[in-house]
């Protein structure tokens, strides 16, 4: 785990996500949420794209074992829920190679060996029709787009009880400053009215309505 990872896998993604708003960065995967609220990632991506199978055929890929300890396989599926590109021997798979979990535009399936495994799985929903015949991955290690977000390897991925952001490589240094410094702005406010200040002239104070607008 490299230092950007490691902090930001102490963040929380509410905290990322204003820091996002603030540098003007679209990075918040809508409609992405983890199979369990407890679930918690946070690594750099491996890509993996989806499209509909054509009459050559080809199959929803056996790659998991390239993906190096600590990423997050990210699979874009154009957002389909009627098929899934994730399932049981994946995610037993996926666990016993220290991946830091997975994140899909579109759904997955056995979702009980993920909550066995506590492997952090997150899409936009559960559905047991598989995508073999039906989808075929055409590209590993190649840009995707999830929950709206473009993903190229190696962004950082968080997830938790939230949903998804996506930190892109070469801006993460400016959002972890950033993140730091409305994360202090917002402890500021909460010790102020833990010892008996107004709310409204806390926030005044330390200029809290403008914590998230763009800077």
Request: some cysteine; hydrophobic content about 40%.
């Amino acid at each position: 785990m490299d230092d950007a990872v490691r902090a930001l896998s102490a963040m929380a993604t509410s905290g990322v996500s204003d820091a996002l708003d603030r540098l003007g960065i679209a990075g918040q995967a809508a409609g992405i949420h983890p199979l369990e609220p407890s679930f918690r990632l946070c690594g750099r991506a491996f890509t993996g794209l989806y499209q509909p199978v054509d009459a050559l055929g080809g199959t929803v890929g056996d790659y998991v074992d390239d993906v190096p300890p600590g990423a997050v396989v990210v699979l874009d599926n154009g957002g389909r829920t009627d098929v899934t590109v994730w399932g049981d021997i994946l995610t037993l798979v996926a666990s016993r190679n220290g991946l830091a979990g997975t994140v899909i535009d579109g759904v997955c399936r056995d979702s009980a060996r993920s909550s066995e495994l506590s492997y952090p799985v997150f899409s936009r929903g559960r559905w047991m029709r598989t995508g073999k015949d039906r989808v075929q991955l055409v590209g590993v290690e190649v840009p995707v787009t999830v929950g709206q977000v473009r993903v190229r390897p190696g962004d950082i991925l968080l997830g938790d009880g939230d949903g998804i952001v996506v930190v892109p490589q070469e801006r993460e240094r400016e959002v972890l400053d950033t993140v730091f410094a409305i994360e202090q702005a917002e402890e500021n406010i909460r010790q102020q009215v833990r010892a008996g200040a107004r709310l409204d002239l806390a926030r005044k104070q330390l200029g809290y309505h403008s914590l998230q607008s763009r800077g």
